[in-house]
């Protein structure tokens, strides 16, 4: 199969009475499991520390999703050491066979779907559309980087010099730590983690303390699908105890990671700095976050912006690092834009997870809705508060989807991260300054530009500095194969997870010139 004849895996239409009665039953079976420990696993072995990590629901706090055993940094430098001990055997394992169970695991996650929509919905307070497109992206990585480990096992041949046979191959770098994020907790993990496997390293996995529980399971999945034990580790525990430990030792190779600028320049750092037995200058795989915004042009349809805005700012709770959190509006348009945008705001339902009713769920706990209620009233003192602003009633971590609008580029609600349910709303005088606002940050992730003007399309192509661009659609929702994802500047390294060239992050280039005459 040639990588531009890939297909995406189908969204589950939960409109449908089926679909729906099947997903509550999922729903009603996962719960079941609630409290559940899981051990630490190294290897072929369990380990139990007694020290135990409380995974917790957003949409209700006091329920325990998944209770795990937290490592240790002596269980840390072990994972390490074993991963660099297996990874010779993993290595000479061929490509046909890595591959092979790439695709079981595809085919496991699919006939598991709803399960893991149903932990996503409890552990990670997503939606049921939210979680389907997390589990969906799961399933795409694991056929197209199949479809990219089989390309790359049969490179383009090289220029070949009279006597001489010259060939060019790529070779797995060693053992790996994957840290992967929280608010896409199975895709992200399954694309870095298979990424780095179907290339032939071994890895050590480190998720996040918010949602250990569907990592867990997604190590069920590798194992069923006949990925030895040996080749990956799973590991729970905060970044001081564990992580460091992880990114410092001499034998750790490469480091995938997604999460925060802060802890992405920290492992940056730390991995800058050779100790004793170390061989090699340690790779680093980041994606960072972002500032994201979208430009709205008054030759734009106003309809089709207003709602690419709204799902983009406020889809997961505007929880991901590609969501819109600027919008930037000329002005000539701006007043009609903002109250349109704010109707459709206000009606937007809140409350559990679980219940498909609501567009919106929690934010992923308690830390995280304190710090966006501290931007919010933030900006509230550098704009004007349009709606939002408060959290809302219940038990779980809700919060009113929120608008700032009169925002100055300069405004930390207009430079920051926020990452929530806050969008902040700012006019252009034209084009070429709605450009240079957008342009305005330390990130370049995602952005979106709403036009039907076909000349400014093309200098938004050239001059809006993201990774990934978007014309007249919202600015999340990339599809693997079709929007290789990764941004620029303080958005990390532009390694674009899910595009022809990613796995070439996790393998390195032997050049061979053999004299036949």
């Known amino acids: 199969m040639r990588l531009c004849d890939f297909r995406n895996e189908p969204y589950t239409d939960f409109s449908l009475s089926e679909n729906a009665a099947k997903m509550r039953a999922a729903l009603s079976a996962v719960r079941a499991e609630f409290g559940k420990e899981y051990d630490i696993r190294i290897g072929e072995g369990r380990y139990r520390t007694g020290a135990l990590l409380q995974s917790l629901n957003p949409s209700k706090p006091s329920e325990i999703v998944g209770l795990h055993h937290k490592a240790t940094a002596e269980l840390a430098r072990e994972a390490v050491a074993a991963a660099d001990a297996y990874f010779p055997r993993w290595a000479a394992t061929p490509v046909s066979e890595r591959t092979a169970m790439l695709r079981r695991a595809a085919a496991i996650l699919r006939r598991r779907k709803m399960e893991f929509d149903a932990w996503l919905v409890y552990e990670a307070g997503k939606t049921w559309?939210?979680?389907?497109?997390?589990?969906?992206?799961?399933?795409?990585?694991?056929?197209?980087?199949?479809?990219?480990?089989?390309?790359?096992?049969?490179?383009?041949?090289?220029?070949?010099?009279?006597?001489?046979?010259?060939?060019?191959?790529?070779?797995?770098?060693?053992?790996?730590?994957?840290?992967?994020?929280?608010?896409?907790?199975?895709?992200?993990?399954?694309?870095?983690?298979?990424?780095?496997?179907v290339s032939g390293n071994t890895v050590v996995i480190k998720p996040s303390s918010d949602t250990p529980t569907i990592a867990a399971k997604f190590a069920e999945v590798l194992e069923e699908a006949g990925f030895p034990p040996r080749a990956f580790t799973l590991l729970v525990g905060s970044g001081a105890e564990v992580g460091d430990v992880l990114v410092e030792h001499p034998r750790t190779r490469f480091i995938s990671f997604t999460g925060s600028r802060e802890v992405g320049l920290r492992i940056n750092e730390l991995a800058a700095k050779v100790v004793p037995g170390q061989i090699w200058i340690k790779r680093v795989i980041a994606e960072m976050g972002g500032k994201d915004a979208i430009i709205v042009d008054e030759e734009a349809d106003l309809d089709a912006a207003v709602q690419g805005v709204l799902v983009s700012a406020y889809g997961y709770q505007g929880q991901k690092c590609s969501a819109c959190s600027r919008a930037i509006v000329s002005e000539k348009v701006y007043a009609e834009f903002l109250d349109r945008l704010t109707e459709k705001v206000k009606q937007i339902r809140v409350g559990p997870a679980d219940d498909p009713a609501n567009f919106m769920g929690p934010v992923i706990n308690e830390r995280s809705m304190n710090s966006i209620l501290g931007y919010i009233e933030i900006g509230r003192k550098e704009g004007r508060l349009v709606t939002g602003g408060e959290r809302l009633p219940g038990e779980g971590y809700f919060l009113a989807p929120t608008i700032i609008e009169g925002v100055d580029r300069k405004a930390r609600i207009f430079q920051e991260e926020i990452f929530g349910p806050v969008l902040a709303v700012t006019p252009a005088r034209d084009f070429d300054h709605a450009l240079e606002l957008a342009n305005d940050s330390e990130y370049g992730l995602t952005g979106a530009v709403?036009?039907?003007?076909?000349?400014?399309?093309?200098?938004?192509?050239?001059?809006?500095?993201?990774?990934?661009?978007?014309?007249?659609?919202?600015?999340?929702?990339?599809?693997?194969?079709?929007?290789?994802?990764?941004?620029?500047?303080?958005?990390?390294?532009?390694?674009?997870?899910?595009?022809?060239?990613?796995?070439?992050?996790?393998?390195?280039?032997?050049?061979?010139?053999?004299?036949?005459?």
């Not at 036009?451 to 919202?474: C, M, P, Q, S, W």
């Not at 599809?479 to 990390?492: C, D, E, L, R, Y």
Request: net charge negative.
């Open 129 to 197: 559309p939210e979680a389907e497109a997390d589990v969906s992206e799961a399933i795409d990585f694991c056929e197209y980087y199949a479809l990219l480990a089989e390309r790359m096992a049969n490179p383009e041949p090289l220029v070949q010099l009279p006597g001489e046979r010259d060939e060019l191959r790529y070779i797995p770098l060693g053992a790996g730590v994957i840290i992967p994020p929280w608010n896409f907790p199975l895709a992200i993990l399954t694309g870095m983690t298979t990424a780095a496997l």
């Open 450 to 517: 709403y036009t039907r003007n076909r000349g400014k399309i093309e200098k938004a192509k050239d001059l809006f500095h993201v990774g990934n661009l978007y014309i007249n659609r919202k600015c999340t929702g990339a599809m693997v194969g079709a929007h290789p994802f990764g941004g620029f500047n303080m958005s990390g390294t532009d390694s674009k997870a899910g595009g022809p060239d990613y796995l070439f992050w996790f393998v390195q280039g032997k050049s061979i010139g053999e004299k036949i005459s």
